[in-house]
């Protein structure tokens, strides 16, 4: 404690607080709560007496106090939303500002500490957290008490809690697969090499700092892909794809244990220091395992997530810049691919600047070295990387980096090089369908050996092609989205589109179908949309849906009657884009 502090601010967000206590003296403090706002909660300012403000002064403080309704980083789901039909499940997400309406914390991602807890739940109910297990106990009312320690200091968003009817099959020495007893045996399938990932990472950053790292496969209404809880990785059923063709997701989350967890961005202005330096490293793990030309691949995808951002928010929106400002904006509200992929796409830009990944691999374990434990923002960071290769690379290289227009400037990056074999064989694919217009020559090229992300390619350049051709039929578009439809009915009856299982094949091709107007396909739409909740696949899915004249009504009376299946972050924001007050 520094000399004089005589108070200390917690937040807050919906908490019903009883009292506010020193464990050691086991007495009362004054309390109450500043003034409130819809992005950032509540403050709870808790006064210190004068025994407790001189310098060096060590106490705890003990929080009495419940959740309640209004806690926005949980969700409670009826058995009838849980794979087995038969037990509740409850689960947390606390990313962005959440924990804040779970735990009364410093809940910015510069206050880092470890933590240790005990949970209580019902038999057979098992709960899991972002710390290691350190036992459990059976109690004579028919609960268990499990707990947990986590000794890594970690930013409040990374707390994470999840109860259900819960089985785990052993994938590697350090990891096991978590999920209800219908679906363990899928995801141990799914998600078998993540040993090789976490070795691919460790070989490029150091070691693996968190013991194990396990995964737990979620309930549908999980509205995120993956969330790097340390120890205990959260993942979207939407990964199940049979084939392991999704699994760069977990390359990810495990990137995320050095990016973001270990060396964690200052604040949420610095939010691309977590998720660009994150996907930088997945895709040097994907390289490492599957090539050059699939990482190359995942970047092409990536690039095309980047531009719908920015053509979202608009070339010139704050949004778009990659360390912006949010000054009391609910960070939710930035949350976009342009953090991951303009951050990604800078860090390639250096990695070809200073020499390669020969340069680039060890600058990105000295980062974790630096920083570890710690925080990081961009002007400390840009500086380290000059005072880095200082001695490595030439002055005149280093002085053209043109860091303003890269951090703070809107719009688009200019495009690396990547490799683009596979790239090309999509692309020339979609050009042909294209051509022949649904008439002939669809069914000249067998897909059937093809990888899942160069069909998504192929489709993502038809959605290019799909709004060049739309554009240029200005006001005349009913007839251009009829020929449209006449494609993509050739093109399922060729490929069998819509029978694949896989959600990033499924969403790109309902994308397609809905923004052609294809009414046969708005229920397959619809039935995609009802059957999980990750906000990657459902709200661009909705505003598609809201933006087709024939659709419009369908996707407001879809969302009202299943908006309690999905997650509050999800349903808060896709309220919002259907223009839906609450």
């Given at each position: 404690?520094?000399?004089?502090?005589?108070?200390?601010?917690?937040?807050t967000?919906?908490?019903n607080?009883?009292?506010?206590?020193?464990?050691?003296?086991?007495?009362?403090?004054?309390?109450?709560?500043?003034?409130?706002?819809?992005?950032?909660?509540?403050p709870?300012?808790?006064?210190?007496?004068?025994?407790?403000s001189?310098?060096?002064?060590?106490?705890?403080?003990?929080?009495?106090?419940?959740?309640?309704?209004?806690?926005?980083a949980?969700?409670?789901?009826?058995?009838?939303?849980?794979a087995?039909?038969?037990?509740?499940?409850?689960?947390?997400?606390?990313?962005?500002?959440?924990?804040?309406?779970?735990?009364?914390?410093?809940?910015?991602?510069?206050?880092?500490?470890?933590?240790?807890?005990?949970?209580?739940v019902?038999?057979?109910?098992?709960a899991?957290?972002?710390?290691?297990?350190?036992?459990?106990?059976?109690?004579?009312?028919?609960?268990v008490?499990?707990?947990?320690?986590?000794?890594?200091?970690?930013?409040?968003?990374?707390?994470?809690?999840?109860?259900?009817?819960?089985?785990?099959?052993?994938?590697g020495?350090?990891?096991?697969?978590?999920?209800?007893?219908?679906t363990?045996?899928?995801?141990?399938f799914?998600?078998?090499?993540?040993?090789?990932?976490?070795?691919?990472?460790?070989?490029?950053?150091?070691?693996?700092?968190?013991?194990?790292?396990?995964?737990?496969?979620?309930?549908p209404?999980?509205?995120?892909?993956?969330?790097?809880?340390?120890?205990?990785?959260?993942?979207?059923?939407?990964?199940?794809?049979?084939?392991?063709?999704?699994?760069?997701v977990?390359?990810?989350?495990?990137?995320?244990?050095?990016?973001?967890?270990?060396?964690?961005?200052?604040?949420?202005e610095?939010?691309?220091?977590?998720e660009?330096?994150?996907?930088?490293l997945?895709?040097?793990?994907?390289?490492?395992?599957y090539?050059?030309q699939?990482?190359?691949?995942?970047?092409?995808?990536?690039?095309?997530?980047?531009?719908?951002?920015?053509?979202?928010?608009?070339?010139?929106?704050?949004?778009?810049?990659?360390?912006?400002?949010?000054?009391?904006?609910?960070?939710?509200?930035a949350?976009?691919?342009?953090?991951?992929?303009?951050?990604?796409?800078?860090?390639?830009?250096?990695?070809?600047?200073?020499?390669?990944?020969?340069?680039?691999?060890?600058?990105?374990?000295?980062?974790?070295?630096?920083?570890?434990?710690?925080?990081?923002?961009t002007?400390?960071?840009?500086?380290?990387?000059?005072?880095?290769?200082?001695?490595?690379?030439?002055?005149?290289?280093?002085?053209?980096?043109?860091?303003?227009t890269?951090?703070?400037?809107?719009g688009?990056?200019?495009?690396?090089?990547?490799?683009?074999?596979?790239?090309?064989?999509?692309?020339?694919?979609?050009q042909?369908?294209?051509?022949?217009?649904?008439?002939?020559?669809?069914?000249?090229?067998?897909?059937?050996?093809?990888?899942?992300?160069?069909?998504?390619?192929?489709?993502e350049?038809?959605?290019?092609?799909?709004?060049?051709?739309?554009?240029?039929?200005?006001?005349?578009?009913?007839?251009?989205?009829?020929?449209?439809?006449?494609?993509?009915q050739?093109?399922?009856?060729?490929?069998?589109?819509?029978?694949?299982?896989?959600?990033?094949?499924?969403?790109?091709?309902?994308?397609?179908?809905?923004?052609?107007?294809?009414?046969?396909?708005?229920q397959?739409?619809?039935?995609?949309?009802?059957?999980q909740?990750?906000?990657?696949?459902?709200?661009?899915?909705?505003r598609?849906?809201?933006?087709?004249?024939?659709?419009?009504?369908?996707?407001?009376?879809?969302?009202?009657?299943?908006?309690?299946?999905?997650?509050?972050?999800?349903?808060?924001?896709?309220?919002?884009?259907?223009?839906?007050?609450?």
């Amino acid at each position: 404690m520094r000399d004089g502090v005589d108070q200390v601010i917690l937040d807050t967000r919906a908490i019903n607080l009883k009292s506010v206590s020193v464990v050691e003296s086991d007495s009362t403090l004054s309390t109450k709560f500043g003034e409130a706002t819809d992005a950032l909660g509540t403050p709870l300012v808790v006064s210190l007496p004068a025994s407790l403000s001189a310098k060096g002064q060590k106490y705890t403080l003990r929080v009495a106090y419940a959740t309640t309704s209004g806690c926005t980083a949980v969700q409670f789901l009826p058995p009838s939303q849980t794979a087995g039909k038969v037990h509740p499940y409850l689960f947390t997400q606390c990313q962005a500002i959440h924990c804040r309406s779970l735990i009364p914390v410093p809940d910015s991602p510069v206050h880092k500490f470890p933590y240790t807890a005990s949970v209580t739940v019902p038999r057979p109910l098992v709960a899991l957290m972002s710390a290691l297990s350190t036992g459990k106990t059976e109690n004579s009312d028919n609960t268990v008490t499990y707990t947990f320690n986590q000794k890594v200091p970690m930013p409040t968003y990374l707390i994470a809690l999840a109860v259900g009817n819960l089985v785990s099959r052993d994938i590697g020495p350090r990891s096991a697969v978590w999920s209800e007893p219908e679906t363990v045996d899928l995801g141990a399938f799914e998600f078998a090499e993540t040993e090789k990932f976490l070795s691919a990472a460790e070989a490029i950053c150091g070691p693996y700092a968190w013991g194990r790292y396990d995964v737990l496969l979620m309930p549908p209404s999980f509205p995120y892909g993956g969330m790097e809880n340390p120890c205990l990785t959260f993942v979207t059923p939407t990964l199940l794809a049979g084939d392991r063709s999704l699994a760069n997701v977990v390359a990810h989350e495990i990137a995320h244990s050095w990016m973001g967890n270990l060396v964690t961005s200052q604040t949420w202005e610095h939010f691309w220091m977590n998720e660009g330096f994150t996907v930088f490293l997945e895709r040097k793990i994907v390289e490492s395992l599957y090539g050059k030309q699939t990482a190359d691949l995942h970047a092409v995808l990536g690039w095309k997530a980047l531009e719908e951002s920015v053509e979202l928010f608009g070339h010139d929106h704050a949004f778009t810049c990659l360390n912006c400002k949010l000054n009391g904006i609910d960070p939710d509200d930035a949350f976009s691919s342009i953090p991951y992929e303009k951050g990604f796409n800078l860090l390639v830009y250096l990695e070809q600047l200073v020499g390669g990944s020969e340069k680039m691999n060890p600058f990105l374990e000295a980062h974790c070295k630096k920083y570890q434990f710690g925080t990081v923002n961009t002007d400390d960071w840009v500086q380290f990387f000059l005072d880095y290769f200082k001695d490595k690379v030439d002055s005149k290289v280093l002085g053209s980096i043109d860091w303003e227009t890269w951090l703070r400037k809107p719009g688009m990056p200019p495009q690396p090089n990547f490799d683009r074999t596979l790239v090309d064989s999509a692309h020339k694919l979609a050009q042909k369908l294209i051509d022949c217009n649904g008439d002939q020559g669809c069914d000249c090229v067998d897909i059937s050996k093809w990888g899942s992300n160069q069909v998504l390619v192929m489709l993502e350049q038809l959605q290019s092609m799909q709004s060049t051709v739309f554009s240029e039929a200005g006001n005349d578009l009913a007839p251009a989205k009829q020929k449209f439809v006449a494609l993509l009915q050739k093109l399922d009856q060729t490929y069998k589109l819509s029978s694949f299982k896989n959600a990033e094949i499924r969403f790109r091709w309902l994308t397609l179908c809905v923004r052609s107007g294809y009414s046969a396909m708005f229920q397959n739409a619809v039935d995609f949309l009802v059957s999980q909740g990750r906000m990657k696949f459902v709200r661009p899915l909705y505003r598609d849906l809201y933006r087709c004249e024939e659709s419009k009504n369908l996707a407001v009376e879809t969302f009202k009657a299943n908006m309690s299946i999905y997650h509050a972050i999800c349903s808060k924001m896709v309220a919002k884009d259907l223009q839906i007050s609450s």
